[in-house]
């Protein structure tokens, strides 16, 4: 849509706001459609619980007025862009002429305008200076800008009739960060792990209106590029929507009818219903999922599970005790002997069978038990926090040498990734479906915080990572990265001064910061999060709060499986 450029938040901040006082600065027109009123009498009922998205706040926008100028027709078209969504943007399309009324495409591109846009009139084309927050694609993908990013977009005019009409626009939208919450929902879309025995999240951001045909259609299409290679679909290619749309009924049953029926019931139905059912239960208003091949319903169940919050206590080291928090407060793990001093960084699969940590000399070793000594897995020094994956495998990273992967009893694989070559890995954690590898690593151009397809043979043994997406532009430092849900990462680092915060970074969406603790020691993400202070202090996130633990000193390391 646009080339973008950089520049710095102050500079940006002393731009002087030359818009109208219908401008840019006002894209989303609320307006109550209606008033309600706590009824006072009749007889008490008792409702279904259903919670649906609240319809009756519309945004609204009018046509090109007599006589405007070309930029007020420019800002009345983006404003009209932003309430097109439900009458396929015919308002907006009344600011062009010629052939870009037919062939201008809204959802191209989404530009989400962090701040007001500043516009530039130069005789016949107008100029939009878009502080940028980030871009969606036309599948859905958001990707969060760096700090500091604007991005120009130029508009064309000519006079027909002696009224200012737009002759040449990019393909796409600008609309400011409220109307882009208004209008798009963020939605998960469930493809199956290599191996098949897990829903791997595909996050993808669409228009609010009509979201389940949005979903279904984009199921169809298949996983996004940089996923193709680690996950699979049971959806076999060529099976299409019947009439184009998905129906929510009165019941709340979402109605997905595919052909062709032949495909269809020779394919695995089960695990196609499994697909449909996870991705569109994540809509507003649906209960359940009926998909039809033809006119016949598929009703094979299977339950694949997905990877989201970690079973288990918290764990964490106390002394030279290995310890979970429980309802009673701090207990021993059973099995697990004393700890050797400059012990660090524990891991632990599901069900504790497989332990790790890192030791004084940054090696990384099994966790001692009483019936059985540590075990050297990866020699040090140097190596980062390990993560353990469902598959048994334990993954760490050393500087020089990149990611690397070992089985207990095995030897140690160095995974290729040439997106990491020349950079310095900070931090790696396994997301639970063992397809996403969260890493933080260090560069000449700076910290990035990447999320990486994992590639793996038959047996499951990884072959590389694939090429990464990258989340968080806006952090400035990295030190620490967790899984806190299956589509967030917790990463501990800078984005905006000296201040170390825990963030939340969505694969494919805004990041925002938790408020500040001092001295961060180290984060666990899972039902509930939790972080240490370099004090031994343990505290735990509620609500936006950081709470303090009540009777618990002297702990570090926190974690949870993974």
Same mark, same amino acid.
């Given at each position: 849509?646009?080339?973008?450029?950089?520049? $710095?938040?102050?500079?940006?901040?002393?731009?002087?706001?030359?818009?109208?006082?219908?401008? %840019?600065?006002?894209?989303?027109?609320?307006?109550?459609?209606?008033?309600? $009123?706590?009824?006072?009498?009749?007889?008490?009922?008792?409702?279904?619980?259903?919670?649906?998205?609240?319809?009756?706040?519309?945004?609204?926008?009018?046509?090109?007025?007599?006589?405007?100028?070309?930029?007020?027709?420019?800002?009345?078209?983006?404003?009209?862009?932003?309430?097109?969504?439900?009458?396929?943007?015919?308002?907006?399309?009344?600011?062009?002429?010629?052939?870009?009324?037919?062939?201008?495409? !809204?959802?191209?591109?989404? *530009?989400?305008?962090?701040?007001? +846009? #500043? +516009?530039?009139?130069?005789?016949?084309?107008?100029?939009?200076?878009?502080?940028?927050?980030?871009?969606?694609?036309?599948?859905?993908?958001?990707?969060?800008?760096?700090?500091?990013?604007?991005?120009?977009?130029?508009?064309?005019?000519?006079?027909?009739?002696?009224?200012?009409?737009?002759?040449?626009?990019?393909?796409?939208?600008?609309?400011?960060?409220?109307?882009?919450?208004?209008?798009?929902?963020?939605?998960?879309?469930?493809?199956?792990?290599?191996?098949?025995?897990?829903?791997?999240?595909?996050?993808?951001?669409?228009?609010? =209106?009509?979201?389940?045909?949005?979903?279904?259609?984009?199921?169809? &299409?298949?996983? $996004?590029?940089? %996923?193709?290679?680690?996950?699979?679909?049971?959806? @076999?290619?060529?099976?299409?929507?019947?009439?184009?749309?998905?129906?929510?009924?009165?019941?709340?049953?979402? *109605?997905?009818? %595919?052909? @062709?029926?032949?495909? *269809?019931?020779? /394919?695995?139905?089960?695990?196609?219903? /499994?697909?449909?059912?996870?991705?569109?239960?994540?809509?507003?208003?649906?209960?359940?999922?009926? &998909?039809?091949?033809?006119?016949?319903?598929? #009703?094979?169940?299977?339950?694949?599970?997905?990877?989201?919050?970690?079973?288990?206590?918290?764990?964490?080291?106390?002394?030279?005790?290995?310890?979970?928090?429980?309802?009673?407060?701090?207990?021993?793990?059973?099995?697990?002997?004393?700890? @050797?001093?400059?012990?660090?960084?524990?891991?632990?699969?599901?069900?504790?069978?497989?332990?790790?940590?890192?030791?004084?000399?940054?090696?990384?070793?099994?966790?001692?038990?009483?019936?059985?000594? $540590?075990?050297?897995?990866?020699?040090?020094?140097?190596?980062?926090?390990?993560?353990?994956?469902?598959?048994?495998?334990?993954?760490?990273?050393?500087?020089?040498?990149?990611?690397?992967?070992?089985?207990?009893?095995?030897?140690?694989?160095?995974?290729?990734?040439?997106?990491?070559?020349?950079?310095?890995?900070?931090?790696?954690?396994?997301?639970?479906?063992?397809?996403?590898?969260?890493?933080?690593?260090?560069?000449?151009?700076?910290?990035?915080?990447?999320?990486? !397809? &994992?590639?793996?043979?038959?047996?499951?043994?990884?072959?590389?990572?694939?090429?990464?997406?990258?989340?968080?532009?806006?952090?400035?430092?990295?030190?620490?990265?967790?899984?806190?849900?299956?589509?967030?990462?917790?990463?501990?680092?800078?984005?905006?001064?000296?201040?170390?915060?825990? =963030?939340?970074?969505?694969?494919?969406? !805004?990041?925002?910061?938790?408020?500040?603790?001092?001295?961060?020691?180290?984060?666990?993400?899972?039902?509930?999060?939790?972080?240490?202070?370099?004090?031994?202090?343990? =505290?735990?996130?509620?609500?936006?709060?950081?709470?303090?633990?009540?009777?618990?000193?002297?702990?570090?390391?926190?974690?949870?499986?993974?």
């Amino acid at each position: 849509m646009s080339t973008p450029r950089s520049g $710095s938040r102050a500079a940006r901040s002393r731009r002087p706001a030359r818009l109208a006082a219908s401008g %840019l600065a006002a894209l989303v027109v609320l307006a109550l459609a209606a008033c309600t $009123s706590i009824p006072t009498s009749g007889a008490v009922r008792e409702g279904d619980g259903t919670v649906t998205e609240n319809g009756d706040i519309d945004v609204l926008a009018e046509g090109p007025r007599p006589g405007a100028t070309p930029q007020q027709i420019v800002e009345g078209f983006q404003l009209a862009g932003a309430a097109g969504f439900d009458s396929e943007f015919a308002t907006a399309r009344e600011f062009l002429t010629g052939p870009v009324k037919r062939t201008w495409e !809204p959802l191209t591109e989404v *530009l989400v305008a962090e701040a007001p +846009v #500043v +516009v530039d009139t130069r005789s016949r084309s107008v100029t939009a200076t878009v502080p940028l927050a980030a871009r969606v694609d036309a599948d859905g993908r958001y990707t969060e800008a760096p700090q500091g990013a604007d991005t120009a977009v130029t508009y064309d005019l000519v006079r027909v009739q002696g009224e200012w009409r737009i002759s040449l626009a990019p393909d796409g939208l600008v609309l400011s960060a409220a109307s882009f919450d208004k209008q798009f929902r963020s939605t998960p879309l469930y493809f199956l792990s290599a191996d098949g025995e897990s829903l791997v999240p595909d996050t993808r951001w669409f228009p609010a =209106h009509n979201l389940q045909t949005w979903v279904a259609r984009a199921l169809l &299409v298949g996983p $996004s590029p940089w %996923l193709r290679d680690a996950v699979t679909t049971a959806i @076999p290619e060529g099976v299409q929507l019947q009439a184009g749309t998905v129906v929510i009924d009165v019941s709340g049953s979402a *109605l997905v009818p %595919l052909d @062709p029926a032949n495909t *269809l019931l020779k /394919a695995d139905t089960a695990s196609i219903v /499994a697909q449909f059912e996870a991705s569109l239960i994540q809509v507003a208003g649906v209960r359940r999922v009926k &998909v039809t091949a033809g006119a016949v319903p598929l #009703v094979e169940q299977r339950e694949i599970p997905r990877g989201g919050l970690p079973d288990g206590p918290v764990e964490m080291i106390q002394d030279d005790q290995l310890v979970a928090l429980g309802e009673d407060g701090l207990t021993a793990v059973d099995g697990i002997a004393p700890l @050797p001093a400059g012990s660090r960084a524990l891991a632990r699969d599901e069900k504790g069978d497989l332990r790790v940590m890192l030791d004084a000399g940054g090696s990384l070793v099994t966790v001692p038990r009483v019936d059985a000594e $540590s075990r050297v897995l990866v020699p040090g020094p140097a190596l980062v926090a390990p993560s353990v994956d469902r598959l048994g495998w334990v993954w760490t990273a050393r500087a020089g040498e990149g990611v690397i992967a070992v089985k207990d009893g095995e030897d140690p694989l160095v995974v290729p990734a040439e997106w990491l070559e020349g950079r310095t890995t900070v931090a790696v954690r396994m997301a639970r479906d063992a397809t996403r590898l969260a890493v933080v690593s260090r560069g000449a151009d700076g910290v990035w915080v990447n999320v990486f !397809p &994992v590639v793996r043979d038959a047996q499951g043994t990884p072959q590389k990572l694939g090429e990464p997406v990258r989340v968080g532009a806006v952090l400035e430092d990295a030190t620490e990265v967790v899984w806190l849900d299956e589509s967030v990462l917790g990463v501990v680092g800078r984005s905006d001064g000296e201040t170390l915060l825990v =963030h939340r970074v969505p694969v494919f969406g !805004p990041t925002t910061a938790e408020p500040e603790v001092p001295d961060v020691e180290a984060l666990a993400g899972g039902r509930v999060v939790y972080l240490t202070t370099t004090d031994g202090v343990l =505290h735990k996130l509620v609500g936006t709060t950081w709470a303090t633990v009540a009777d618990v000193e002297g702990v570090r390391d926190p974690s949870y499986p993974g």
